[in-house]
């Protein structure tokens, strides 16, 4: 089993930035991949960023070039540098865990922290 605590979301300006952060429990860390989805009323869960254990990576387009996934798996955590930060980013970030690949489908994950809420005024 697989425990996943997200955090550092917060209020920012428009063209700001925040790194948020995924800690997970257990011993299978480095063998999972990981994955930042976020949702905004109304709206439904959307893949952000997503990162395999040997550092294959994959992003939505509206976030290429500004965002950044990456993981520690000494320190049993990922995270997701976001730059350059506009209004239309601002949702509930999750952090996720599976071993099915960098998929889109949130069904394909196994493990789910809690949402870091990200909001950023224009």
């Known amino acids: 089993q697989v425990q996943l605590v997200d955090s550092g979301g917060g209020l920012v300006q428009a063209g700001g930035s925040l790194r948020l952060s995924c800690a997970a429990s257990?011993?299978?860390?480095?063998?999972?991949?990981m994955a930042w989805f976020r949702q905004a009323p109304g709206k439904q869960r959307e893949l952000v960023a997503a990162?395999?254990?040997?550092?294959?990576?994959r992003y939505v387009d509206s976030v290429k070039g500004r965002f950044t996934i990456s993981r520690d798996n000494a320190k049993n955590t990922a995270y997701l540098q976001m730059n350059s930060l506009k209004p239309e980013d601002k949702a509930v970030y999750y952090c996720?865990?599976?071993?099915?690949?960098?998929?889109?489908?949130?069904?394909?994950?196994?493990?789910w922290g809690q949402g870091t809420q990200v909001t950023v005024s224009s």
């Open positions: 996720a865990a599976g071993n099915r690949g960098l998929h889109t489908d949130p069904s394909r994950y196994d493990y």
């Open positions: 257990g011993r299978t860390f480095s063998s999972l991949a």
């Open positions: 990162i395999t254990s040997g550092g294959s990576t």
